[in-house]
């Protein structure tokens, strides 16, 4: 992809451009957006870990949760001592965000390290295991922290989430997935996904990059987190739990692993098929599960997993 | 110390039907390779097969108990053959990863066609078998944990002896040791297989009634935790060794319970799965694995 640093350019303004309109739309439509959003930045960070390196994480809302509350803290806690009890200017409340976004993103980053450099010794199902005990023992650390809130988590967090900001993230980690699979260096992170044996035997160091992706991966589930928290108003620690981490996996494989066209589309897809199905509710989960069994008989390399938007060999 | 009794005699009731549970991840895992995330809900099925005919029998009477119990366990086998039937078998063969969602989805499928034929909302289960206390000194032993701990013994002496006292234990091992081998001796894996899934289902059923009749509140997503915690009992004591889930279901249980009993009882949870990451890490074949060396 040529100039891909003018595409992220381009990007940020049409979000900004955007973000002007947002009163205009129906708040219906806007909180759906929103919403696909925040999952596409979910799916699309996931897909560098589970999808381009092959390492099957199910701990990705483990580290999300972890960007929410950084982030919520930052905001609730430092907010009103740096912006004053006005709640200061919108461009003072902007700034604030992106501090928050980025402490959360960094958070879970560092989230990520610690959980990445023991478990990423292991492979295929134990790995998924492990991430998802490390996903499920974060959680118990939240519910545990009388000061964020314990089992009823963090309230009245300020609605600082707009369409500019889920946007420009979503840009944002689009444009660093893409250019870093893409670059010489992120050959690396399709090599390790093919042939681990192979890549060590040419001299690349095969636990490095699963780690490098597995923080990067880390640091926008943080972000998306943040933005989750800012967008809700309310989070607790239960909302973070295994049945999420399944539900960001499911759209990585929908959209055909290692894909991020593919994976964008499924979270979109799958972000507006409860609202679709809404008349028949009851059975939505069924319907849901019963696609991933038949995909996976019949379809293993993902629904939206066509030629374009491949990597080439 | 007539409290250390009392939380160990707790936490082994416990361990009982984590073991019990271990004991089908291992066996699938033995001949499959892969971990059957769905095991867990087999184990919610089994519990609401004996809450609907915990009200076709008498309360309180041994054989009403017993009868539930069997009718449970061949349902549930029937399911989990069901399961590998449809969704498994097509996929033998494929990467690791492909079955390992669709495990995945067979599992959220049944939680989900749990919550809507049995309905979301938590259900009392019959006391099937009769409820006594016993006391021992100072120790209280209710006959729930003695039903426990007799019917697992039990299970485990009967699986001992099918799976190496009989032809198709025979032949479960064989496929275990090295599918290929198996096939070219004239052993019918498929058939196997689907025996080990009815077997490990069938405990899981027994699991699911003898955990209900301890914590008496059962609904479709009951089965989540134990099952992740069971599948941590497994991996503890080796994954794919019988004794192993054995071993490690009773020890687990009683860590959990002495955890829960101490000051640190809301990281419950945690527990097993801090035991789990450190198995994997320092020992990833477990207490009774073997350590065996990986080919290139």
Request: aromatic content about 10%; proline content about 4%; overall charge positive.
């Amino acid at each position: 992809m040529p100039r891909p640093h003018l595409y992220l350019l381009l990007a940020l303004l049409a979000a900004f451009g955007l973000s002007h309109f947002s009163d205009r739309i129906d708040p219906y439509h806007l909180d759906i957006i929103i919403g696909i959003g925040i999952n596409i930045i979910l799916a699309v960070s996931l897909n560098l870990v589970n999808g381009y390196t092959g390492q099957f994480s199910l701990g990705h809302a483990g580290f999300m949760s972890v960007g929410a509350y950084l982030a919520a803290a930052v905001s609730l806690f430092l907010g009103p001592r740096l912006l004053g009890a006005e709640g200061g200017t919108a461009l003072q409340q902007g700034m604030l965000f992106l501090a928050a976004l980025t402490a959360g993103g960094l958070g879970a980053a560092l989230a990520g390290l610690a959980v990445g450099v023991p478990s990423l010794r292991l492979k295929g199902d134990y790995l998924a295991l492990v991430t998802l005990g490390f996903g499920e023992i974060i959680r118990v650390i939240f519910q545990n922290v009388e000061f964020l809130g314990g089992a009823l988590g963090l309230n009245a967090i300020p609605a600082y989430t707009s369409i500019f900001w889920v946007l420009a993230f979503v840009a944002l980690s689009v444009f660093t997935v893409t250019c870093l699979v893409h670059s010489t260096y992120g050959r690396g992170f399709l090599a390790t996904h093919d042939d681990e044996v192979a890549s060590e035997a040419v001299g690349l160091n095969t636990t490095r990059y699963k780690i490098v992706a597995f923080v990067i991966g880390a640091f926008f589930a943080g972000a998306a987190g943040g933005l989750y928290g800012h967008f809700k108003m309310t989070i607790t620690p239960t909302g973070f739990d295994f049945t999420k981490s399944i539900e960001i996996v499911v759209m990585v494989i929908l959209g055909g692993m290692g894909n991020t066209v593919g994976v964008i589309l499924a979270a979109i897809l799958l972000t507006l098929l409860p609202e679709v199905l809404r008349p028949v509710a009851e059975y939505r989960m069924i319907i849901y599960s019963l696609l991933l069994i038949v995909l996976m008989i019949m379809r293993p390399q993902g629904l939206f997993n066509f030629k374009f938007g491949r990597m080439k060999p | 110390m007539s409290e250390f009794l009392q939380q160990l005699l707790n936490g082994l009731s416990l361990g009982a039907i984590y073991a019990l549970i271990a004991l089908g991840y291992t066996m699938v895992y033995g001949v499959l390779r892969f971990i059957n995330f769905a095991h867990a809900d087999v184990f919610m099925v089994g519990a609401f097969i004996g809450y609907y005919m915990g009200k076709l029998v008498p309360e309180n009477t041994i054989w009403g108990g017993l009868v539930v119990l069997l009718v449970a366990m061949i349902g549930c086998a029937l399911l989990g053959m069901l399961i590998e039937r449809l969704a498994y078998r097509p996929l033998r063969g494929a990467a690791t990863l492909n079955v390992l969602i669709t495990a995945i989805g067979v599992s959220l499928l049944l939680q989900y066609s749990g919550q809507v034929f049995f309905g979301a909302t938590p259900r009392t289960f019959p006391a099937v078998f009769p409820s006594v206390n016993f006391a021992l000194g100072n120790l209280v032993i209710s006959s729930n944990q003695v039903v426990v701990i007799v019917v697992t013994a039990l299970l485990m002496v009967g699986l001992q002896l099918i799976v190496y006292r009989t032809r198709i234990g025979t032949a479960m091992r064989a496929v275990s040791l090295n599918p290929k081998a198996a096939q070219l001796v004239g052993i019918n894996n498929d058939i196997v297989i689907s025996f080990t899934f009815g077997l490990g289902s069938a405990l899981a059923a027994a699991g699911g009634i003898l955990y209900a009749l301890n914590y008496p509140s059962i609904d479709p997503l009951m089965g989540v935790m134990p099952g992740l915690k069971a599948f941590v009992a497994a991996v503890l004591g080796g994954i794919g060794n019988i004794p192993g889930a054995a071993l490690g279901g009773l020890l687990l249980g009683i860590v959990e319970t002495f955890v829960n009993g101490s000051q640190w009882s809301t990281y419950k949870d945690a527990i097993a799965f801090a035991i789990l990451i450190i198995i994997l890490l320092f020992r990833p074949a477990g207490l009774l694995g073997k350590v065996s060396a990986e080919k290139v």
